[in-house]
Protein backbone atom coordinates (compact mmCIF):
# COMPACT_ATOMS: atom_id res chain seq x y z
CA UNK A 1 0.00 0.00 0.00
CA UNK A 2 1.86 3.45 -1.23
CA UNK A 3 2.57 5.63 1.51
CA UNK A 4 0.37 9.12 1.89
CA UNK A 5 2.24 12.14 1.62
CA UNK A 6 1.17 12.88 5.64
CA UNK A 7 2.59 9.78 6.07
CA UNK A 8 6.19 10.35 4.28
CA UNK A 9 6.22 13.79 5.82
CA UNK A 10 5.88 12.19 9.27
CA UNK A 11 8.10 9.33 8.70
CA UNK A 12 10.89 11.85 7.08
CA UNK A 13 10.53 14.12 9.87
CA UNK A 14 11.06 11.39 12.63
CA UNK A 15 14.12 9.62 10.69
CA UNK A 16 15.79 13.84 10.68
CA UNK A 17 14.74 13.65 14.49
CA UNK A 18 16.75 10.26 15.22
CA UNK A 19 19.81 10.91 13.02
CA UNK A 20 20.27 13.99 14.51
CA UNK A 21 19.86 12.40 18.39
CA UNK A 22 22.41 10.58 17.09
CA UNK A 23 24.76 13.29 15.84
CA UNK A 24 24.81 14.57 19.56
CA UNK A 25 25.33 11.61 21.07
CA UNK A 26 28.07 11.01 18.75
CA UNK A 27 29.74 14.49 19.11
CA UNK A 28 29.50 13.99 23.32
CA UNK A 29 30.47 11.03 22.96
CA UNK A 30 33.53 10.65 20.55
CA UNK A 31 35.51 13.24 22.35
CA UNK A 32 34.58 11.56 25.72
CA UNK A 33 36.46 7.80 24.42
CA UNK A 34 39.11 10.04 23.25
CA UNK A 35 39.88 12.04 26.78
CA UNK A 36 39.94 7.84 28.37
CA UNK A 37 42.10 6.85 25.73
CA UNK A 38 44.44 9.77 25.84
CA UNK A 39 44.57 10.22 29.59
CA UNK A 40 45.16 14.03 29.49
CA UNK A 41 47.87 15.25 31.16
CA UNK A 42 49.44 12.09 30.82
CA UNK A 43 52.29 13.56 28.43
CA UNK A 44 52.30 16.83 26.44
CA UNK A 45 50.83 14.69 23.63
CA UNK A 46 47.82 13.62 24.74
CA UNK A 47 46.17 16.88 25.08
CA UNK A 48 46.49 17.51 21.10
CA UNK A 49 43.73 13.96 20.40
CA UNK A 50 41.32 15.71 23.42
CA UNK A 51 41.49 19.25 21.68
CA UNK A 52 41.01 18.16 18.22
CA UNK A 53 38.12 16.03 18.99
CA UNK A 54 36.15 18.68 21.54
CA UNK A 55 37.05 21.57 18.37
CA UNK A 56 35.65 19.26 15.37
CA UNK A 57 33.31 16.20 17.14
CA UNK A 58 31.97 18.36 19.66
CA UNK A 59 31.82 21.70 19.35
CA UNK A 60 31.29 22.49 15.47
CA UNK A 61 28.88 19.97 15.16
CA UNK A 62 26.83 21.44 17.90
CA UNK A 63 27.28 24.66 16.42
CA UNK A 64 25.84 23.42 13.27
CA UNK A 65 23.00 21.71 14.87
CA UNK A 66 21.89 24.67 16.66
CA UNK A 67 20.32 25.81 13.62
CA UNK A 68 18.30 22.05 12.31
CA UNK A 69 14.74 22.74 13.39
CA UNK A 70 14.25 18.94 14.56
CA UNK A 71 17.06 18.51 17.08
CA UNK A 72 18.38 21.91 17.79
CA UNK A 73 19.48 22.21 21.45
CA UNK A 74 17.82 25.35 21.38
CA UNK A 75 15.13 25.70 19.21
CA UNK A 76 12.58 27.05 21.35
CA UNK A 77 14.70 30.11 21.64
CA UNK A 78 15.08 33.28 19.39
CA UNK A 79 17.53 33.17 15.77
CA UNK A 80 18.86 35.79 17.47
CA UNK A 81 20.43 33.72 20.40
CA UNK A 82 21.12 30.97 18.17
CA UNK A 83 23.37 32.71 16.27
CA UNK A 84 25.10 34.30 19.23
CA UNK A 85 25.39 30.75 20.72
CA UNK A 86 26.55 29.37 17.31
CA UNK A 87 29.77 32.18 17.28
CA UNK A 88 30.22 31.57 20.75
CA UNK A 89 30.53 27.50 19.98
CA UNK A 90 32.02 28.14 16.80
CA UNK A 91 35.27 30.81 18.39
CA UNK A 92 35.77 27.71 21.09
CA UNK A 93 36.06 25.18 18.17
CA UNK A 94 38.77 27.81 16.92
CA UNK A 95 40.93 27.94 19.84
CA UNK A 96 40.89 24.21 20.87
CA UNK A 97 41.82 23.38 17.53
CA UNK A 98 44.94 26.15 17.31
CA UNK A 99 45.61 25.02 20.91
CA UNK A 100 45.79 21.33 19.49
CA UNK A 101 47.81 22.58 16.36
CA UNK A 102 49.67 24.75 18.82
CA UNK A 103 50.73 21.52 21.11
CA UNK A 104 51.27 19.08 18.50
CA UNK A 105 53.73 21.36 16.65
CA UNK A 106 55.51 21.47 19.80
CA UNK A 107 55.78 17.99 20.87
CA UNK A 108 57.54 17.18 17.29
CA UNK A 109 59.89 20.22 17.92
CA UNK A 110 61.14 18.44 21.21
CA UNK A 111 61.31 15.07 19.80
CA UNK A 112 62.93 16.30 16.72
CA UNK A 113 60.11 15.02 14.56
CA UNK A 114 59.05 16.92 10.98
CA UNK A 115 56.70 19.15 11.14
CA UNK A 116 53.33 18.40 8.38
CA UNK A 117 54.74 14.93 6.76
CA UNK A 118 51.77 12.97 7.20
CA UNK A 119 48.29 13.71 5.06
CA UNK A 120 46.95 13.89 8.98
CA UNK A 121 49.52 16.74 9.80
CA UNK A 122 48.41 18.91 6.55
CA UNK A 123 44.83 17.89 6.27
CA UNK A 124 44.53 19.49 10.07
CA UNK A 125 46.77 22.57 9.46
CA UNK A 126 44.22 22.94 6.30
CA UNK A 127 41.02 22.37 8.55
CA UNK A 128 42.52 24.75 11.43
CA UNK A 129 43.56 27.37 9.07
CA UNK A 130 40.00 27.02 7.28
CA UNK A 131 38.13 27.08 9.83
CA UNK A 132 39.99 30.18 11.23
CA UNK A 133 38.86 31.86 7.64
CA UNK A 134 35.57 30.97 7.97
CA UNK A 135 35.08 32.78 11.47
CA UNK A 136 36.07 35.90 9.73
CA UNK A 137 33.94 34.86 6.84
CA UNK A 138 31.08 35.20 9.25
CA UNK A 139 31.96 38.97 10.50
CA UNK A 140 30.64 39.70 7.11
CA UNK A 141 26.76 38.51 8.06
CA UNK A 142 26.73 40.62 11.12
CA UNK A 143 27.83 43.32 8.81
CA UNK A 144 26.22 42.65 5.56
CA UNK A 145 26.21 45.84 4.58
CA UNK A 146 30.53 45.40 3.65
CA UNK A 147 29.07 43.86 0.54
CA UNK A 148 27.00 45.83 -1.26
CA UNK A 149 26.36 43.65 -3.94
CA UNK A 150 26.01 40.51 -2.37
CA UNK A 151 22.21 40.43 -0.40
CA UNK A 152 22.33 38.88 3.39
CA UNK A 153 19.99 35.11 2.17
CA UNK A 154 23.08 34.40 -0.47
CA UNK A 155 25.65 35.73 2.32
CA UNK A 156 24.13 32.88 4.51
CA UNK A 157 23.93 30.46 1.89
CA UNK A 158 27.67 30.87 0.84
CA UNK A 159 28.40 31.24 4.87
CA UNK A 160 26.85 27.53 4.90
CA UNK A 161 28.09 26.12 2.40
CA UNK A 162 31.97 26.76 3.14
CA UNK A 163 31.32 25.89 6.78
CA UNK A 164 30.29 22.60 5.78
CA UNK A 165 33.41 22.14 3.75
CA UNK A 166 35.50 23.12 6.73
CA UNK A 167 33.67 20.81 8.84
CA UNK A 168 34.47 18.03 6.37
CA UNK A 169 37.89 18.77 6.30
CA UNK A 170 37.76 18.46 10.33
CA UNK A 171 36.23 15.26 9.95
CA UNK A 172 38.81 13.57 7.50
CA UNK A 173 41.48 14.91 9.77
CA UNK A 174 39.76 12.72 12.71
CA UNK A 175 40.03 10.29 10.60
CA UNK A 176 43.15 10.18 8.92
CA UNK A 177 44.27 10.59 13.27
CA UNK A 178 42.52 7.17 13.66
CA UNK A 179 45.02 5.91 11.37
CA UNK A 180 47.83 6.93 13.08
CA UNK A 181 50.25 4.65 15.24
CA UNK A 182 48.61 5.86 18.36
CA UNK A 183 45.42 5.00 17.49
CA UNK A 184 45.43 2.14 15.96
CA UNK A 185 47.95 0.69 18.83
CA UNK A 186 45.31 1.53 21.12
CA UNK A 187 42.10 0.91 19.52
CA UNK A 188 42.19 -2.36 17.69
CA UNK A 189 39.29 -4.57 16.30
CA UNK A 190 35.80 -3.94 15.87
CA UNK A 191 36.19 -0.86 18.42
CA UNK A 192 38.39 0.88 15.81
CA UNK A 193 35.74 0.74 13.19
CA UNK A 194 33.31 2.18 15.21
CA UNK A 195 35.81 4.94 16.10
CA UNK A 196 35.87 5.74 12.58
CA UNK A 197 31.73 5.67 12.08
CA UNK A 198 31.44 8.60 14.44
CA UNK A 199 32.94 11.51 12.06
CA UNK A 200 30.70 9.71 9.22
CA UNK A 201 27.68 9.64 10.77
CA UNK A 202 28.03 13.59 12.16
CA UNK A 203 29.33 14.42 8.35
CA UNK A 204 25.83 12.80 6.99
CA UNK A 205 23.51 14.63 9.53
CA UNK A 206 25.49 18.14 8.43
CA UNK A 207 25.52 17.55 5.28
CA UNK A 208 21.72 16.61 5.03
CA UNK A 209 21.23 19.93 6.79
CA UNK A 210 22.64 22.08 4.44
CA UNK A 211 20.90 20.10 1.36
CA UNK A 212 17.71 20.80 3.00
CA UNK A 213 18.61 24.50 4.08
CA UNK A 214 19.83 25.03 0.56
CA UNK A 215 16.65 23.44 -1.23
CA UNK A 216 13.89 25.85 1.48
CA UNK A 217 16.04 28.69 -0.33
CA UNK A 218 15.50 27.22 -3.34
CA UNK A 219 11.78 26.78 -3.14
CA UNK A 220 11.05 30.24 -1.42
CA UNK A 221 12.65 31.69 -4.85
CA UNK A 222 9.63 30.45 -6.90
Known amino acids: MALTAETESRLYRSLRVASGAAAHLVALGFP ?4 VLARPGSSLFSWHPLLMALAFSFLMTEALLIFSPETSLLRSFSRKVRVRVHW ?3 LLALLCALLGLGIITYNKHLNGKGHFVTWHGLTGLLAVLYAGGQ ?10 KLMK ?3 LAK ?5 ATSGLVGYLLGCASLMLGM ?3 WFTTTVTGASWYLAMLCPL ?6 MNQVSNAYLYRKRSQH
Open 149 to 151: NWT
Open 155 to 159: LKLYH
Open 201 to 206: VTSLVI
Open 88 to 90: ALQ
Open 135 to 144: CAGGVLLLYP
Open 32 to 35: AAVA
Open 179 to 181: CSL
